[in-house]
């Protein structure tokens, strides 16, 4: 692992995601981008559809932000368990859509994304989703 703390390493994740969030209610591929590493795996929440790779991810969020019944999704981590034998990181939590005009809730339920420590950041390399509510 490297020279961060594991609670350096949880800062740093919970930084990450809030750029994240952040990226998702501004419509910043950019940003987006930067938090994923190259070979991303999604599991959505709903349909357990499988998104393969950054490139995919990009163009799934692409489509979101085009599409006139736009939602903004937050995920809220619960808990961040930072391995002490490799640079990963399993984050837990909870997320919720909402219609990004009226701020109507769309759905909502917990997920877990894996992180790994690549050249000093931290990218998101699987996310799983599971809608609850």
Not at 45 to 55: E, F, I, K, Q, T
Not at 80 to 87: D, H, K, T, W, Y
Not at 108 to 131: C, F, H, N
């Amino acid at each position: 692992m490297s020279q961060t703390t594991d609670s350096g390493a949880e800062l740093a994740i919970r930084r990450r995601r809030a750029t994240f969030n952040r990226a998702i209610a501004e419509g910043d591929i950019a940003a987006i981008s930067q938090v994923l590493a190259r070979d991303v795996m999604m599991v959505t929440g709903s349909d357990s559809a499988v998104v393969s790779g950054r490139n995919a991810q990009i163009k799934a969020w692409r489509r979101e932000f085009s599409s006139p019944a736009r939602a903004i999704y937050t995920r809220t981590p619960v808990s961040i368990a930072v391995s002490r034998i490799e640079p990963v990181a399993l984050e837990q939590g909870h997320w919720q859509g909402v219609e990004a005009g009226s701020g109507k809730a769309l759905a909502a339920g917990d997920y877990a994304a894996k992180w790994r420590e690549v050249l000093g950041e931290w990218v998101i390399v699987a996310e799983i989703y599971a809608t609850l509510a």
